[in-house]
């Protein structure tokens, strides 16, 4: 069975202070490792999609890094509307299915 | 490009009636449209996958006959939760899969707020 393993389960940071949220995921042949961020009340909104180990991907203050056992969303002088809960799914070969971590909850502190 | 959309964001109803819910993708047209419930603090969880003009597919334990799923369209599918009782209040979201797409993203919509008196 596919699992997803999200640490911390919350994070506060002051603004500007950098820090790395943690996916350690168990899959039988990985198709894809996704990122989400959400907000309260909303659905998910799509960051990165990561497919082998080595593969990076950056969008503005945030860079996803991929190995063949975990993913880090690192967050580079993070500012108050980077505040959300930030998810990561991954994806079998061979099916469609996501399967979800719990999430980190991610607080910036002006 | 990319959005989903759900109707509607939140209902109220009463025990024993029944409730549909509409997910549309407005700018792409989606192969594979999924169903997720969310409960407060814990993560998504998947209830079943529906593909345009077939019967969908349920996760286990989900039960098939109370949450009907419709995929008419390459763009719509609707989720009715049929004699809601308050243990199906939830928060309802539903994501596509682009028919265009090589890669494998899911795009969200924004959810619906289900609250069963």
């Known amino acids: 069975e596919d699992q997803v393993t999200q640490s911390p389960e919350a994070l506060r940071l002051q603004e500007g202070e950098s820090s790395s949220l943690n996916c350690s995921y168990t899959v039988s042949g990985l198709r894809g490792l996704f990122w989400y961020r959400q907000d309260p009340g909303k659905g998910p909104e799509f960051l990165f999609t990561l497919y082998s180990a080595g593969e990076e991907k950056e969008k503005e203050r945030l860079k996803a890094t991929l190995t063949k056992k975990e993913s880090f969303l690192h967050i580079t002088a993070p500012k108050p509307e980077d505040s959300a809960t930030y998810l990561c799914?991954?994806?079998?070969?061979?099916?469609?299915?996501?399967?979800f971590g719990t999430g980190t909850r991610l607080t910036i502190i002006p | 490009g990319a959005v989903v959309s759900q109707h509607p964001s939140r209902v109220i109803c009463k025990s024993g009636t029944s409730v549909k819910i509409e997910c549309r993708s407005l700018?792409?047209?989606?192969?594979?449209m999924f169903w997720y419930r969310q409960f407060p603090k814990q993560s998504l969880m998947l209830m079943a996958t529906s593909n345009e003009g077939s019967k969908a597919t349920y996760e286990q334990g989900v039960e098939k006959d109370k949450f009907l799923i419709n995929h008419a369209s390459l763009t719509l599918s609707t989720l009715t939760v049929t004699s809601a009782h308050p243990e199906d209040s939830s928060f309802y979201i539903c994501?596509?899969?682009?028919?265009?797409?090589?890669?494998?993203?899911?795009?969200f919509g924004p959810g619906t707020r289900l609250t069963v008196l």
């Open positions: 994501s596509a899969r682009a028919a265009f797409s090589s890669y494998n993203e899911q795009f």
């Open positions: 700018d792409f047209q989606a192969t594979t």
């Open positions: 799914a991954v994806q079998a070969r061979g099916n469609e299915k996501l399967t």
